[in-house]
């Protein structure tokens, strides 16, 4: 029987450090079969879990970007009109076959589509399920709960294999109970100080230990900061690799490139505004 | 927040498991038949050891942010036995052990069934529940007013109403999802196509589409200190009314803190939402932080419920014990999310008002709309005004 623990084994594997609350969800959510739904901040790195999933399955990532206006024609099939219309000038003088005219080659798959049409079941990334709207949501959920997509002119088009499906929302809209029933749920937190060490270390290795360790207690104590938009994961590493770019070896050794790092870390106005040279000082001090 | 205790008898794992379930359920979490046996098809796959076992419950029976922040709490409480157990069942009746505990939990959360256990009265020396119920007696030392003096269901069903036809008006013209229509700005392709082929692939008729319109949803901020006393009752009574008529909206109580109520004023027992929301807004009728209350809406609620699809309805006076500038900023900040902000003001009715009070002075450029309001006919009378946003 598999444990959670192999899937952290695994994701670790591909430089990814999960909590042990999020491994147990992916492993639930394995072995269940049931869709997980990821919540949490901007820049906790919850599209990098289906990524670095499908890596250590060795299979196929399929992303479906939500945005607002989101229609089923983006998401799960949409029909080649050129095509059809090409093919029935083709033919002329009206002996278009319909049947042939609406089915496969005619059919563009889009990714909720070809999700449950792969050979080898992929890992199937809904991200930003928020920002799509509630009629998506419904929809989403009847093909989550059956795995199978109906077309007027072809038929039911049933899962050949079922897709492990992950959901990402950061609470640009409040998510449906139905949908969040139907999904296991783990909510993705900043990491704590040991974590964000780890994800450093396995994503930069060539950052020194000690200033490894300075960065990330800068990082975690500027999200202790008023800001508008709290740096992520994904902009501490930016800020690793600038330093380490910039051949910085202690990070309150020089406050202009320091200041000038920032620019990874802080992405508005007035975000860079409050965080002054003196308070970055202040921090790069106490993270020393 | 009251643990659960255990009958002294156990009645195997199954009945555990579901018993957790009915300990979580009655702390608010939404969970079904389903669930259980989901956790019960988790557990089978999972190691036995306490931290395992409390992941894996964890994942199956959280929902939200804030179940996942309070479940380790409950689950010690439960599995841990973070309350005490009660040593002995009585032999006579079989719910003894259980039943005392359980009441207990549910006036602690106001979630009591049936008779209401906080006293009648004005908030003063009422005499108490007849069949000693203790934890009325807290609950009445704790606050000064009890809503259900303020709002009558009476009132409620009125508001209801005005709520309705304000929603309503509330339209948002922006959606992006197309929808087939007889007259439609774009061309519907597919439609089109299809119609083409009984006339020999010559799109004849063109089938187009339209972007319909679509509702906003509404959060709608309160102001419950003691300068608005006299205008909570149509207030609250119009918030109980939204949250009744219209399931996306959200509603907040706030005097020197904010309160999200929304989920006590949908509970289906309108006495039982009072009797809720009284317990969560203890501190009505006090001081009034209009500025931190609502930057606190703007850092967290806001940033869940509010998008551009949103109207943000302030009924307040405006009266701030805190500088200008707090309430200025975080009425800006608000703003930022997109979403259009109403305030409505009880005071703005009184000849020659103006926004003198220096806060309002500062919120006023964000506004989208700043009316008068004090009683629920005042609302109503808004409607085209809304209509018009």
């Known amino acids: 029987m598999t444990q959670w623990t192999d899937i952290q084994a695994d994701l670790a594997s591909q430089g990814y450090v999960a909590p042990p609350d999020l491994a147990m969800a992916l492993h639930l959510s394995l072995v269940l079969g049931r869709p997980l739904l990821l919540e949490g901040a901007a820049g906790v790195g919850k599209t990098e879990v289906a990524r670095a999933l499908a890596m250590a399955k060795g299979c196929d990532l399929i992303r479906l970007q939500c945005y607002e206006g989101l229609d089923a024609a983006q998401a799960i099939y949409e029909w080649n009109y050129q095509r059809q219309l090409l093919a029935i000038r083709a033919a002329g003088d009206g002996h278009t076959d319909e049947a042939q005219l609406f089915s496969e080659p005619y059919l563009l798959e889009r990714p909720l589509l070809r999700a449950i049409r792969q050979p080898v079941a992929p890992v199937l990334l809904i991200d930003e399920i928020d920002r799509a709207d509630e009629e998506f949501e419904a929809y989403l959920l009847e093909i989550l709960s059956d795995f199978q997509i109906t077309i007027p002119e072809m038929g039911t088009i049933t899962a050949v294999t079922r897709p492990m499906v992950i959901l990402t929302a950061n609470g640009t809209r409040d998510l449906s109970d139905a949908l969040r029933r139907r999904c296991l749920y783990a909510h993705v937190d900043y990491p704590d100080r040991a974590t964000e060490l780890a994800i450093l270390q396995a994503r930069c290795p060539g950052v020194s230990a000690a200033l490894g360790g300075q960065i990330v207690a800068f990082v975690q104590s500027l999200r202790h900061e008023d800001l508008e938009k709290k740096p992520g994961v994904a902009e501490m590493l930016d800020f690793a690799a600038a330093l380490a770019g910039l051949g910085i070896a202690d990070l309150s050794s020089d406050p202009v490139v320091l200041q000038a790092a920032l620019a990874t870390l802080l992405k508005t106005q007035s975000d860079r505004a409050s965080i002054t040279t003196e308070v970055a000082q202040r921090l790069a001090g106490k993270a020393a | ?389």
Request: charged share 25%; aromatic share 6%.
């Open chain 2, 1 to 389: 927040m009251k643990p659960t205790r255990f009958a002294a008898r156990d009645d195997g794992p199954v009945a555990r498991v579901a018993g957790f379930m009915a300990h979580l359920r009655l702390h608010g979490f939404r969970l079904g038949v389903g669930e259980a046996d989901l956790a019960l098809r988790a557990l089978a796959v999972t190691r036995p050891e306490v931290e395992s076992v409390r992941a894996a419950l964890k994942t199956v029976s959280c929902g939200s942010a804030e179940d996942w922040a309070r479940f380790d709490g409950l689950f010690d409480a439960y599995w841990r036995n973070g309350g005490r157990v009660r040593a002995k069942a009585v032999p006579q009746a079989p719910h003894a052990a259980a039943s005392p505990a359980a009441r207990g939990a549910e006036g602690a959360s106001g979630g009591g069934r049936g008779r209401p256990d906080t006293p009648d009265g004005d908030g003063g020396e009422a005499e108490s529940g007849s069949d000693g119920r203790l934890i009325a007696s807290t609950i009445r030392s704790l606050m000064k007013k009890d809503l259900r003096d303020v709002v009558s269901a009476e009132d409620i069903a009125a508001a209801e109403r005005v709520a309705h036809k304000l929603g309503a008006a509330l339209r948002d013209r922006r959606s992006r999802r197309a929808k087939a229509a007889r007259r439609g700005a774009k061309i519907d392709l597919r439609r089109t196509l299809r119609a083409s082929l009984s006339t020999g692939g010559e799109p004849l008729r063109l089938a187009r589409k339209r972007r319909p319109d679509r509702p906003v949803r509404i959060a709608a901020l309160v102001d419950v200190s003691g300068s608005m006393t006299l205008y909570a009752r149509p207030f609250l009574a119009f918030l109980a009314g939204l949250m009744r008529a219209d399931g996306q909206s959200g509603a907040y109580l706030f005097h020197t803190r904010l309160v999200r109520i929304t989920e006590a004023l949908r509970d289906d027992d309108l006495f039982r939402a009072l009797n809720r929301i009284t317990l969560l807004a203890d501190g009505f009728g006090g001081g009034s932080r209009i500025g931190a209350a609502l930057s606190q809406f703007a850092a967290t609620y806001a940033r869940r419920f509010v998008n551009g699809r949103t109207v943000v309805l302030i009924l307040s006076d405006g009266y701030d014990t805190e500088p200008a500038e707090a309430l200025g900023a975080s009425i800006a900040r608000l703003a930022r999310r997109g979403c259009r902000i109403i305030w409505l003001n009880p005071l703005k009715g009184w000849r020659d008002y103006a926004p003198v009070a220096a806060g309002m002075a500062a919120a006023l450029p964000h506004l989208s709309l700043f009316a008068s309001a004090a009683t629920l006919d005042d609302l109503a009378a808004l409607e085209p005004e809304f209509a018009r946003l």
